[in-house]
């Protein structure tokens, strides 16, 4: 008897070994693979601007990036005893305006330099529902409790994901043209929004997801008047695949035990779930045996002795002194 329908999923052609080097941009379901892949010691940069909801806040990141356009004073501001920057997460807020600015500027140097090494990104997209600054007229990507009377909320169409998606892409690959994209749709549901304008907001991204990666193209041009029927004037290298979070989340799991008490995250359970079926994927088979290594060390060095100072505990940690050194004899990144 068959209880659970299942999403197809079959491997990607360019997967992720211990050689790869990631970026990992978006909502905070990226930071929950990104926790399982720095666990196993892949070597990452993670939202460096903090998490990113929705796909123009990732494309002014990438842009100023490869741009090197650095922040200056004009582009924070000062509320309740901090300042702030609307380009980035809360996490990055500072009571000094000179070290908001010089970890901003920072972060825009190391994405840079990540981009450029980069084997694979990965971009999990949170929402289609944005907030505009009325006095500036720009999109931000976090109002800081700014009141909300200073914004007006808007919903991105899908040909605006797509637009903004097509940019983020060719900007990165002005630098760097053998990146992998990995896409995927946060199954985090922004019920705050409504339950309703949750679902335009997924179905926007996904229906925009699917339209560029099926094109196969970078497309930039897809609102241009040069642009052809399709709304692409030029063909351009595969840009990698889209990975179902949403989707396990919603038809494999659904049912609340998955979900923590607030009944919107995932919990540990279905972030375990879901990192199996991202391994089964995005994960060379080849480094598994690497993983497991290191899975074996993570949890020797997370154990606690009844006894620190016996002659068994100094043996057990001998050992795993020895086995982290064959591990990093192999891969010299790997630190513990």
């Not at 985090?188 to 990666?213: C, P, T, Y």
């Not at 020797?300 to 050992?319: A, D, M, T, V």
């Amino acid at each position: 008897m068959k209880l659970q329908t299942q999403i197809p999923l079959k491997k990607a052609g360019k997967q992720i070994d211990y050689n790869s080097q990631l970026l990992l941009l978006g909502s905070c379901f990226v930071e929950n693979m990104g926790r399982k892949l720095d666990y196993f010691k892949f070597r990452q940069l993670q939202n460096p601007f903090g998490i990113l909801f929705h796909p123009l806040a990732i494309e002014k990141l990438v842009a100023r990036a490869i741009q090197k356009n650095f922040y200056s004073e004009s582009d924070i501001f000062y509320r309740n005893e901090r300042w702030h920057c609307f380009d980035a997460h809360s996490d990055l807020n500072d009571t000094s305006k000179e070290n908001l600015l010089k970890n901003l500027n920072e972060s825009l140097e190391a994405t840079r330099s990540q981009i450029e090494r980069t084997s694979h990104t990965i971009i999990t997209l949170g929402t289609a529902w944005v907030y505009r600054h009325t006095t500036s007229g720009n999109i931000v990507a976090n109002c800081h409790k700014v009141p909300q009377r200073e914004f007006s909320k808007e919903l991105l169409s899908i040909n605006e994901i797509a637009g903004s998606l097509g940019r983020t892409i060719n900007h990165v690959r002005s630098i760097n043209k053998s990146i992998q994209f990995i896409f995927t749709v946060s199954p985090v549901r922004h019920l705050k929004d409504g339950f309703g304008e949750n679902q335009r907001s997924k179905a926007h991204l996904i229906s925009a997801l699917h339209d560029v990666l099926k094109t196969r193209v970078t497309p930039s041009a897809r609102l241009s008047p040069r642009a052809g029927k399709d709304g692409n004037d030029k063909v351009g290298q595969a840009v990698g695949g889209y990975f179902p979070s949403y989707e396990l989340m919603m038809d494999e799991l659904r049912d609340y035990r998955f979900y923590e008490r607030d009944m919107v995250h995932p919990n540990l359970l279905a972030i375990d779930y879901i990192w199996e079926k991202f391994k089964q994927v995005w994960i060379s088979g080849e480094a598994y045996a690497t993983m497991e290594k290191v899975d074996d060390l993570q949890k020797g060095l997370q154990h606690r002795p009844f006894n620190p100072g016996s002659e068994q505990h100094r043996k057990f940690r001998e050992i795993l002194k020895t086995k982290m050194a064959i591990v990093g004899r192999e891969y010299p990144f790997i630190e513990f």
